[in-house]
């Protein structure tokens, strides 16, 4: 399993800032955030599935675009997989006609363009040998972070999410993890920020960090730009012997 980083920044601003956007191998997109503009039209005819965290729009900004772009050019439609409530938000919100079409009944409600499967927590999906499971969030909208099993080894990405022990009880059990990718979007002077918002920041990521019983290499991911120095430097100075380091873009894992 090759997963490739698109997007990791909480926000745009110059040609190293994507958001959220993750692509496992050359047909899965976990997230499409504005990372997933960087592919050629190509890559994004082969994108066959697509698992969102949750609907708020630096993580689904380029869904709209990228199944009118590439419709044409598939056989099927792109399944998207989501929850229930994130699938409600995108009809309701997106692909309502007045947004955007609804690609989920052109070019017909027989052979649409996209279509939505539902996730539950902790129900795995298995495509070719692949397992993506579902994992607790705690975010301000429906949420679920992911682990990506490939047999040999696992990456787990966080979503965006505040405090959830229910996370890393989940984490805890998965016998295979070898990298844990971690949003923290706030430095701790905005910690009441994050709170509220359900992110974390440096502070909040130390307290979390200590209920993981397992040593993965750890990444940080959605970071807010303009705060990326302070909040890594207090991330590095309040870590002890985690060591997270900070996600790139098009930076490869393989498992």
Request: proline fraction near 7%; aromatic fraction near 6%; charged fraction near 20%.
């Amino acid at each position: 399993m090759k997963i490739r980083i698109l997007g990791c920044s909480g926000g745009i601003g110059g040609r190293h800032l994507r958001t959220t956007s993750i692509l496992v191998d050359h047909d899965i997109l976990v997230d499409c955030g504005t990372g997933v503009a960087d592919l050629s039209i190509a890559e994004l005819a082969q994108i066959d599935h697509m698992f969102l965290t949750h609907n708020h729009i630096d993580h689904i900004a380029c869904l709209p675009l990228m199944v009118d772009t590439v419709g044409d050019l598939r056989d099927r439609p792109l399944t998207v997989h989501a929850l229930p409530a994130t699938e409600e938000a995108l009809r309701r919100h997106i692909f309502n006609w007045t947004i955007w079409p609804d690609f989920t009944a052109i070019p017909s409600p027989a052979a649409p363009c996209l279509r939505f499967e539902g996730i539950a927590l902790g129900r795995p999906v298995e495509l070719q040998g692949r397992r993506i499971v579902p994992l607790p969030a705690n975010h301000t909208v429906p949420a679920v972070g992911y682990q990506l099993d490939s047999g040999a080894g696992s990456l787990v990405f966080s979503g965006d999410s505040g405090p959830c022990p229910e996370f890393w009880a989940a984490v805890n059990a998965i016998d295979n993890l070898r990298t844990l990718l971690i949003e923290t979007a706030f430095s701790n002077r905005e910690r009441k920020l994050a709170e509220t918002s359900r992110h974390l920041c440096p502070s909040m990521l130390g307290e979390e960090l200590r209920q993981l019983r397992a040593t993965p290499e750890i990444f940080i991911t959605h970071l807010k730009p303009g705060q990326i120095e302070l909040t890594m430097a207090e991330i590095e100075a309040g870590s002890g012997a985690c060591k997270p380091r900070m996600l790139q873009n098009n930076q490869v894992f393989e498992l």
